[in-house]
């Protein structure tokens, strides 16, 4: 059974559209991480949470946000979609006493 | 600030043949290492990790790394690789004194084996 969850695989969106993609993890790990990978740059961060807290933001636009609902859920909202936003993201959790990430399947977003 | 440099954006190599895939960082402090691999259309796969003492580290199936310290590397090397190797390697690394720090990744390195 995976162990992290994105949802949804893949997802079309016009400009100027919001989106929410989904992270769920069933690894019991109390820190979550939104990743984005795309055809222009190497896998770049963009966000830790830590027990439904933000520990850190590389991210420079609003236009990203974070959502924990629950300890082990961290969506990301994208507000006011751009053609630059077209990105695979990828949510990784670890464990506080451990300090290596394990990785979903991504959702692959393109937006036109 | 924090970079990791994989020079060899893609490598071809025989069947049965041996690997080194090169990993070179900059880093001001003490850093935790990775490698992942992501086949087409996944996620990615933690392949091994150096955190601290042996400087050669084993990973899953027949991978090892070693961490040269003076030469900011940590070369991921393979003695017999095979065709389901084929696949993106990615090197990355943090910072050691915080648990929640970001990965910094490399470009990557594309591996195609051949017959």
């Known amino acids: 059974d995976p162990k992290i969850i994105q949802k949804p695989k893949y997802l079309v969106a016009v400009t100027g559209s919001e989106k929410i993609l989904i992270c769920e993890q069933y690894l019991g790990h109390n820190a979550m991480y939104w990743y984005r990978q795309s055809a222009k740059k190497p896998l770049e961060f963009m966000f830790s949470?830590?027990?439904?807290?933000?520990?850190d933001n590389q991210t420079a636009s609003s236009r990203f946000q974070p959502q924990s609902s629950k300890k082990n859920h961290l969506d990301l909202q994208i507000t006011a979609l751009k053609p630059d936003d077209s990105a695979t993201y990828f949510c990784?959790?670890?464990?506080?006493?451990?300090?290596?990430?394990?990785f979903g399947p991504g959702t692959r977003l393109t937006v036109l | 600030a924090q970079s990791v440099t994989q020079p060899d954006a893609r490598v071809t190599v025989s069947e049965g043949a041996s690997l080194q895939l090169r990993c070179k960082y900059s880093y001001s402090g003490t850093p935790y290492l990775f490698w992942y691999v992501q086949y087409p259309r996944q996620g990615l796969q933690l392949l091994l990790k150096y955190y601290s003492g042996d400087p050669v580290v084993q990973g899953v199936n027949g991978f090892e790394a070693e961490f040269i310290k003076s030469n900011s590397s940590f070369h991921l090397r393979k003695a017999s690789v095979h065709w389901s190797d084929s696949a993106v390697y990615f090197c990355a690394v943090r910072l050691a004194s915080s648990s929640f720090s970001k990965l910094v990744f490399g470009q990557g390195t594309s591996l195609s084996v051949v017959p």
């Open positions: 990784a959790s670890s464990q506080d006493s451990a300090y290596e990430q394990y």
């Open positions: 949470y830590s027990y439904q807290k933000l520990m």
